[in-house]
């Protein structure tokens, strides 16, 4: 096999070195435009568990490596003047020169040609010429550009500015630095990988770096500048650079990365943002991974289908920790008025990799430290701490999200409603959500919607908050009540989610006459005098849910129902006073929100679940998101459950762990309103993480209420907690703990005998 390797950073070396190490009989080639000590950037840390894939692969390599690095465990955040430490998390680094001539010396011992200053011929000649060719050419790949149209990539800019810079003396933590400027937040992320030389990144908002100047300053006034911002943490040592420029990262994501025998990797395939250090250490794994596969694979086409589908998750989980991290830092300014150590806390769980579980393993004593701050009592994990609304507090964080069910006759919830909310009420959530309840039967979304438009209906919700409130003291239970809009009249969602019934339709009624999908039945546009009936009906609702004995109502303003789809400028085309700016378009939910806020009882809560992004473009933006959110805190909501998307079918959501939490955390944050989090928070660690970070007040959770209806209970006895949050009821207390799965150990021998 003849390989060719486009590109001499890292990854490209390495998978050259391995191809030739596995098979010595093919001939690899790299051609590496620059010198052999050319290079961005200064140091490199690389995580224990790629280490143990190098070690594993090439002892050589690895033995090389383990002599040169600088380890430390511990990460500095200073913020206000106010310096916190948390340790035990375990780095390792060294500096990127010496590391590309340990792959250097290790390729020519393999017999792998290295082509210095020589560009690589086209791509298309190569593949023709070679049998394999490695596209490790970087974030500006010409081999991907080349092939755009099969690789499909998708490149995304961002807001901050950064440089990379080096000083010589060593920080002694992983250092982060944030100063406020009169021109804004600028932070430094430095650590280092020497015994006498340290890595400085300097990043700032491109307002910022316009602001003070940066864009009129050459490369040495740029790091003048810098150090002496920044003097206090370099101690008053001077910065260099290395042809150092200010630049945006971008994010790559190909949809494909391979073409025939041309395969992508390291930045031309993925890029990971430089705050969680993966740039080198997913280009040194793809290497492995792609070295594995064309020796597990019989054929090179398989070697490339195996490689990708190995990689792509692995990849698509890392950018999304790159992206939650990026995105926590463009927003600095939101946190910076936290107390000093949850800013802190808050930092090092940014990417959602570092929880508060095992944080708490790393350094127990800074987590114990944070969790008095808050004011979690001793042995009180965040999750249990009450919570206030209004007239009301709960007694833990977790609430149970409103889930529909189909299974309603008439719109009277029946023995299913009793057993499955009463079910999750026993479980030991805070508060349990009914499903979205419906205002009217043309406001059902199926015939088997549950509602409120009737006095039979709100004697059937009777029953069921009385057996709560009875049989589990402490749970609070709420009622979410909304309107289908265009949605409606659909069949059940295990039948055909959001498929039109095939006979018995309804009329559907919407701000603007758009079907939902082109499929979908056409809604008329709402009359002045409709707008008014369905605020009554809305009224009459939230009356009948205050005598049913609901302790808490939202108002569903979200997923692409009525009032969702008079926020949304894609759904929301009128030209009268209910649509166009979006002041105007906020006024018929604001309408029906005073009305029941005006029926609903004084001193019993109110929310309001928004979609925070269309996921869509020309939608509704995170910026609008806050202006919704603080329109309906100043008219009297008590919280805001962030929820995203459902707003238009050709939406494109950027699924992942907790990945609407940054909106609830912008909205607490920028409007000053206490809010729901929701949207794949899975584990109690993730609930724990969110409050003590104070990135949302309450976690709303529903799959994982599905598949455990005591989640909130199990969460408590894996805890350890038996406090007043989580009260086993009377008649489970025996099955309090995790019933045993059989023998664990065995008896130990009495005597061992030598010789």
């Known amino acids: 096999m003849r390989v060719?390797?486009?590109?001499?950073?890292?990854?490209?070396?390495?998978?050259?070195?391995?191809?030739?190490?596995?098979?010595?009989?093919?001939?690899?080639?790299?051609?590496?435009?620059?010198?052999?000590?050319d290079t961005f950037g200064f140091g490199v840390v690389l995580s224990d568990e790629t280490l143990g894939g190098i070690e594993h692969a090439d002892p050589v390599v690895y033995e090389a490596l383990r002599g040169?690095?600088?380890?430390?465990?511990?990460?500095?955040?200073?913020?206000?003047?106010?310096?916190?430490?948390?340790?035990?998390h375990g780095f390792a680094a060294l500096g990127r020169r010496r590391l590309l001539r340990i792959l250097h010396e290790r390729c020519r011992c393999l017999g792998v040609e290295l082509r210095f200053r020589t560009?690589?011929?086209?791509?298309?000649?190569?593949?023709?010429?070679?049998?394999?060719?490695?596209?490790?050419?970087?974030?500006?790949?010409?081999?991907?550009?080349?092939?755009?149209d099969v690789f499909r990539p998708r490149v995304t800019g961002h807001r901050c500015r950064y440089i990379w810079l080096a000083a010589d003396f060593a920080f002694d933590a992983f250092r982060f630095e944030i100063i406020e400027t009169e021109h804004g937040v600028m932070q430094l992320h430095g650590y280092p990988y020497a015994a006498d030389a340290s890595t400085v990144i300097v990043e700032m908002r491109e307002e910022v770096w316009r602001a003070a100047g940066f864009a009129d300053m050459d490369e040495q006034e740029s790091v003048e500048h810098c150090a002496k911002i920044f003097a206090d943490a370099l101690g008053g040592h001077p910065l260099r650079s290395n042809k150092s420029a200010w630049t945006t990262f971008r994010t790559v994501v190909n949809e494909h990365w391979s073409h025939g025998n041309l395969v992508l990797l390291g930045d031309a395939a993925h890029t990971a943002h430089f705050s969680i250090g993966s740039g080198t250490k997913l280009a040194v794994e793809d290497a492995l991974a792609l070295a594995a596969c064309l020796e597990e694979q019989p054929s090179l086409a398989e070697a490339l289908t195996a490689y990708e589908e190995e990689r792509r998750p692995v990849v698509a989980s890392t950018q999304r920790a790159a992206r939650a991290s990026l995105e926590w830092f463009e927003d600095l300014g939101l946190h910076l008025d936290q107390p000093p150590r949850q800013f802190a806390f808050n930092l090092l769980t940014r990417s959602r990799r570092v929880t508060h579980g095992n944080l708490g393993l790393r350094d127990p004593r800074f987590t114990e430290a944070v969790e008095r701050e808050f004011g979690c009592p001793p042995g009180t994990p965040p999750m249990f701490t009450p919570f206030r609304l209004r007239g009301l507090t709960l007694r833990n964080r977790v609430v149970v999200s409103p889930m529909d069910m189909y299974s309603a006759d008439d719109g009277v919830p029946g023995d299913f409603h009793l057993v499955h909310l009463g079910a999750r009420a026993l479980g030991g959530a805070g508060l349990v959500m009914t499903e979205m309840v419906c205002v009217s039967p043309e406001g059902r979304i199926t015939p088997g919607c549950t509602g409120l438009w009737s006095g039979k209906q709100a004697e059937a919700w009777r029953r069921i908050t009385d057996f709560v409130h009875r049989r589990s003291p402490g749970t609070a239970i709420g009622v979410q009540l909304g309107h289908s809009g265009r949605k409606g009249s659909t069949r059940l969602m295990w039948e055909g989610m959001d498929e039109p019934l095939p006979e018995g339709n309804w009329p559907l009624v919407a701000a603007s006459p758009l079907p939902y999908t082109p499929g979908s039945q056409a809604p008329r546009e709402l009359s002045r005098?409709?707008?008014?009936?369905?605020?009554?009906?809305?009224?009459?609702?939230?009356?009948?849910?205050?005598?049913?004995?609901?302790?808490?109502?939202?108002?569903?303003?979200?997923?692409?129902?009525?009032?969702?789809?008079?926020?949304?400028?894609?759904?929301?085309?009128?030209?009268?006073?209910?649509?166009?700016?979006?002041?105007?378009?906020?006024?018929?939910?604001?309408?029906?929100?005073?009305?029941?806020?005006?029926?609903?009882?004084?001193?019993?809560?109110?929310?309001?679940?928004?979609?925070?992004?269309?996921?869509?473009?020309?939608?509704?933006?995170?910026?609008?998101a806050v202006e919704i959110a603080r329109a309906f805190a100043a008219h009297g909501a008590d919280a805001i459950d962030v929820s995203t998307g459902q707003v238009v079918a050709e939406e494109r959501p950027e699924f992942g762990r907790s990945y609407?939490?940054?909106?609830?955390?912008?909205?607490?944050?920028?409007?000053?309103?206490?809010?729901?989090?929701?949207?794949a928070i899975s584990s109690w660690d993730d609930v724990n993480s969110l409050i003590l970070a104070g990135r949302t007040d309450l976690c709303a959770l529903g799959r994982p209420h599905l598949y455990d209806p005591h989640w909130t209970l199990h969460a408590a006895a894996e805890?350890?907690?038996?406090?007043?949050?989580?009260?086993?009821?009377?008649?489970?207390?025996?099955?309090?703990?995790?019933?045993?799965t059989g023998r664990t150990d065995a008896p130990k021998p009495r005597l061992s005998l030598g010789g």
Not at 6 to 12: D, K, L, R, S, T
Not at 17 to 32: C, N, S, Y
Not at 668 to 675: D, F, L, S, Y
Request: proline letters at 8%; aromatic letters at 8%; a neutral charge.
């Open 4 to 37: 060719a390797v486009i590109g001499g950073g890292p990854g490209g070396l390495y998978a050259a070195a391995l191809l030739k190490r596995l098979d010595p009989a093919r001939e690899v080639t790299v051609w590496e435009r620059n010198a052999p000590d």
């Open 68 to 88: 040169e690095f600088v380890r430390w465990d511990d990460i500095d955040i200073v913020h206000r003047g106010t310096r916190h430490t948390s340790g035990g």
């Open 119 to 148: 560009p690589a011929p086209p791509p298309a000649r190569l593949a023709q010429t070679y049998d394999l060719v490695v596209a490790a050419d970087g974030v500006h790949s010409a081999t991907r550009a080349a092939y755009a």
């Open 529 to 624: 005098a409709q707008l008014t009936d369905i605020r009554e009906q809305f009224t009459g609702a939230a009356l009948r849910a205050a005598r049913a004995g609901f302790d808490l109502l939202e108002l569903h303003c979200a997923h692409g129902y009525l009032l969702s789809g008079f926020l949304s400028p894609l759904t929301n085309h009128r030209t009268d006073a209910y649509g166009g700016s979006p002041a105007k378009r906020l006024r018929f939910p604001l309408e029906v929100f005073d009305a029941v806020r005006g029926a609903w009882p004084e001193e019993r809560p109110m929310t309001v679940r928004i979609s925070a992004t269309d996921w869509a473009e020309g939608g509704t933006t995170a910026e609008e």
């Open 660 to 679: 609407q939490t940054p909106f609830a955390d912008r909205i607490r944050h920028e409007a000053g309103v206490p809010v729901i989090a929701v949207g």
């Open 719 to 740: 805890q350890g907690y038996e406090g007043p949050a989580a009260v086993w009821p009377a008649p489970y207390r025996a099955g309090s703990r995790r019933p045993r």
